[in-house]
C-alpha cells in the first residue's frame, strides 16, 4: 500500500509545492489489496494558521490546520496519522482549499500500512448507537437485559472490541466483563466462549467528519443484530433495519495531539456594592481556590475528555474594585454584564488576548444572581466572549477536585453558549438545541455523582455528536479549522460597521431606538443614523446582525411573506431563508423568496418610525437602500 504516481514524490521529501488560490494537490496511491492505512502530510505555512481538507476517493476524511509556528517554511513538519482504509488498486488522495483560509506549502505524503495490533476498533472504548432513533445499547440495572436508552456516559453502555479473525470481534461489557451474545433470536449479555460471542463487523459507510460510520453486527449463525428501540435488541434479517453506530467514547482513552488552544481569563471580582440594591463579598479562601481550578483543574477536565485535543490555557487577575451595577437576565437574576465593568474590561482584557473571559463573583445576599451566563462577545466585551459564574455558595474544596468535575465544569460550559454563536455564523453545524438540546440528541445527566454532562461536553467539543439527519454536529475539526475568536477580534471584520440607510435618508433601528432592544423587535426607519443602534454588519452568510445587541434580521415568523415585517431575532444560523442580496438597483433582497425590503405603504419618503416589510418588487429608487460604512 506504498508508491504515488502524480505532481509529487509521495514518499520521499520533495520541495514544498506553493498552492494559489483555490487550488488543491492531488496524488495517486496504490492500495495493492486494499486495507488500513494511516496518511501523513507534511506541510509548511507562510503565516498565521491556514487549514485544508484532507480526502480519500472522493470523501472528506479531515481538516487539516497548522500555524506558521508549528509548522514553519522552509522545514514545515509532518501532520498525522490520518487513519484511512484503502481500496484495491488506485486510490486518490486530495488536499482541497475548502477552510477559507490561504493554503499552505505541500511537501509530502507518506502512507504507512496500519501493522496488527493497530486495529482502530480495538482501542479505546466504544458505544453502539441504534441508526433507527439514536438509542444506546445498554445494559439494565433491574433486569440485567440489554435495551436501547438515552446515553450518559456510564460503563454500562460502553465495550471494547478484541479481533478474532478478519472483521471478527467479541464484544466485552466494560461494566460486567461479559460479552455481546446472539441467543435463540435475541442479544444478550453472557460468556465470551464459543461462536457465539464472535461478530463480523461489517462497514456500510466510513466515518468522516460530517458523517458516523455505519455497521452491521453479523453472527456466526448469518443473521445480524437488530435494534429494538427500548427493549432487548432482536436477531433478524441483514438489511436497513439492523444498522448500528458504534462510536469511539471514554475519556483518556485515544490520545492525540492539540487541534484547538482555547485561551480564558478568570476575572474575579470578590466584592458586589449595588446601592440600595445589594452588597455581599467573596471568602479568601474560595478566591484563591477558583483561580486554581481555572488554571489547572479545567485544564485537566478539557485534556481529559477530548483526549487532548483541545487544550485549555487559562489565568485569572483579581479586581477588588467593588461591582456597582448589574443587570437583570431573567427569574430575577442579577448578572454583571462586561458594560457594567469597563474599566476592567479596558486594563485586563485585550482585544484579541482571550477567547474567553468569565467574571467569577457574588450577586450579593439579596439577588440569586443565577449560576452561570454566556451571552457571547461584543464591543463592550472588547469581542472577547463573556460570560459570569456565581460563586456565592461554593466552597473552595469543591473548586480542587480531579475526582468530581462540579463545579469547575461551569466554565467549559459557559463559554460554549459563545462558542455556539460564533461558530454558528460561520456556518459550522451544531447540534439541535445547541449547549441545552442534550435529551434531544438523547444524552442525560451522568449517573456518576460528580461528573454531570462531560460525556455530552466530549462530544459536543469533538463534533460527533450525532443528529436525527444522520450527520456529525458540535465543534471538533470543523470548528477547529476556522478563525479563532481571539483572532476574529483583531480581523477587520469585527470593525466594519455599516448603517443600512433608504434613499429617503432614514435608517433601520430597532423600534424604540434602543441599543439592545427585546427579541422579535420590529425594525423601522429613523433619521437618527449616527448611533450604535443603527450600527449593523454583514455576514458571511449575508445576514444582517445589529451590532449592539448581536440580534440577526429576520422575516416575522421566519419566511419573507408579502407584508411581512422585519424583526431582529437571537438566532444568526447561516440559513437562506435569513440572508440577503443586494439587486443591481440596490435593492435588499431575500435570498429564499426573492423579495425586496420596503417601507410600509411604499412612500419614497416614509415617515419617522415607518415599518420595514418584505413585498414583491425591486430596484426603484424608493426601494434602494445604500450599505454606508460609518
Known amino acids: 500500500m506504498s508508491g504515488c504516481t502524480g505532481g509529487a514524490n509521495c514518499t520521499n521529501e520533495s520541495w514544498g509545492v506553493d498552492l494559489n488560490d483555490n487550488t488543491g494537490f492531488v496524488w495517486n496511491v496504490a492500495g495493492g489489496a486494499g486495507g488500513n492505512a494511516d496518511l501523513y502530510v507534511k506541510i509548511a505555512v507562510l503565516s498565521q494558521t491556514r487549514a485544508m481538507s484532507l480526502w480519500l476517493n472522493g470523501s472528506q476524511i479531515a481538516v487539516v490546520t497548522s500555524n506558521a509556528t508549528e509548522s514553519p517554511r ?14 484495491a488498486g488506485n486510490n486518490t488522495v486530495e488536499l482541497r482549499d475548502t477552510q477559507g483560509t490561504a493554503e499552505f506549502d505541500v511537501h509530502s505524503l507518506r502512507v504507512e500500512p496500519t501493522i496488527a495490533g493497530d486495529d482502530e476498533l480495538e482501542i479505546g472504548l466504544w458505544r453502539l448507537m441504534s441508526r433507527a432513533d439514536r438509542g444506546t445499547l445498554s445494559r439494565d440495572a433491574i433486569t440485567g437485559q440489554l435495551v436501547g ?22 464484544f466485552f461489557h466494560e461494566e460486567t466483563g461479559q460479552c455481546l451474545v446472539a441467543s435463540s433470536g435475541t442479544t444478550v449479555l453472557g460468556g465470551c466462549s464459543g461462536s457465539a460471542a464472535e461478530w463480523t463487523v461489517e462497514t456500510l459507510r466510513a466515518r468522516t467528519v460530517e458523517r458516523p460510520a455505519l455497521h452491521r453486527l453479523r453472527s456466526s449463525g448469518n443473521s445480524c443484530a437488530v435494534p429494538n428501540g427500548g427493549a432487548q435488541p432482536t ?25 484547538f488552544d482555547f485561551h480564558g481569563l478568570l476575572l474575579v471580582k470578590p466584592n458586589t456594592n449595588v446601592p440600595g440594591v445589594t452588597q455581599g463579598s467573596l471568602s479568601t479562601s474560595v478566591v484563591d481556590a477558583v483561580q486554581f481550578a481555572f488554571e489547572d483543574r479545567v485544564a485537566y477536565w478539557m ?30 437574576n442579577y448578572l454583571p454584564a462586561a458594560v457594567h465593568l469597563q ?29 452561570g451566563w454566556g451571552p457571547g462577545s ?31 465544569e461551569v466554565f467549559i460550559h459557559e463559554p460554549m453558549h459563545g462558542l455556539d454563536g460564533f461558530y454558528e455564523e460561520l456556518g459550522v453545524p451544531l447540534p439541535e438545541g445547541v449547549l441545552h438540546g442534550s435529551e434531544a440528541n438523547r444524552y442525560v445527566k451522568s449517573k456518576t455523582p460528580g461528573r454531570s454532562y462531560l460525556h455530552w461536553y466530549r462530544d459536543y467539543w469533538l463534533g460527533t455528536v450525532i443528529a436525527s439527519d444522520d ?73 444582517l446582525k445589529h451590532l449592539p445587541s448581536g440580534l440577526c434580521i429576520h422575516p416575522n415568523q421566519g419566511t419573507a ?42 412612500s419614497a419618503t416614509p415617515a419617522e418610525g415607518t415599518n420595514l416589510i418584505f413585498h414583491d418588487g425591486c430596484d426603484e429608487e424608493r426601494l434602494r437602500f445604500n450599505l454606508v460604512l460609518q
Open 74 to 87: 522552509p522545514t514545515g513538519k509532518e501532520l498525522g496519522p490520518f487513519p484511512v482504509t484503502l481500496q
Open 149 to 170: 436508552a438515552d446515553y450518559s456516559g456510564g460503563d454500562y453502555q460502553h465495550w471494547r472490541l478484541v479481533g478474532i479473525g478478519a472483521s471478527k470481534y467479541q
Open 235 to 259: 436477531l433478524g434479517t441483514c438489511d436497513d433495519s439492523a444498522r448500528w453506530y458504534l462510536e469511539p467514547v471514554g475519556f483518556g482513552e485515544r490520545l492525540a495531539s492539540v487541534e
Open 303 to 332: 485534556d481529559l475528555i477530548t483526549d487532548g485535543r483541545v487544550a485549555w490555557h487559562g489565568s485569572s487577575v483579581v479586581s477588588n474594585d467593588p461591582i456597582t451595577s448589574l443587570s437583570g437576565s431573567g427569574n430575577d
Open 343 to 371: 474599566q476592567d474590561v479596558q486594563s485586563f482584557v485585550p482585544r484579541g488576548e482571550y477567547d474567553t473571559v468569565q467574571v467569577f463573583f457574588t450577586p450579593g445576599d439579596s439577588k440569586p444572581g443565577g449560576w
Open 378 to 408: 461584543n464591543y463592550e466585551s472588547n469581542y472577547t466572549m463573556w460570560t459570569t459564574v456565581n460563586g456565592k455558595n461554593t466552597f473552595a474544596s469543591e473548586w480542587l477536585s480531579t475526582v468530581n468535575s462540579e463545579p469547575a
Open 471 to 543: 450527520t456529525y454536529r458540535g465543534f471538533g475539526p470543523r470548528a477547529f479549522a476556522q478563525i479563532t475568536p481571539r483572532d476574529y477580534a483583531l480581523s477587520a471584520a469585527v470593525d466594519e460597521y455599516k448603517i443600512v440607510q433608504h434613499t429617503s435618508g432614514k435608517c433601520f433601528v430597532p423600534q424604540g431606538g434602543a441599543m439592545k432592544p427585546a427579541d422579535d423587535t420590529p425594525l423601522v426607519l429613523s433619521s437618527n443614523c449616527s448611533t450604535l443602534a443603527s450600527s449593523f454588519r454583514v455576514l458571511a452568510s449575508g445576514l
Open 561 to 602: 411573506y408579502n407584508g411581512v415585517g422585519l424583526i431582529l431575532n437571537p438566532y444568526c444560523g447561516p440559513e437562506v431563508r435569513l440572508s440577503f442580496d443586494v439587486t443591481s438597483g440596490g435593492s435588499l433582497q431575500n435570498s429564499e423568496t426573492g423579495r425586496c425590503v420596503h417601507p410600509e405603504g411604499g
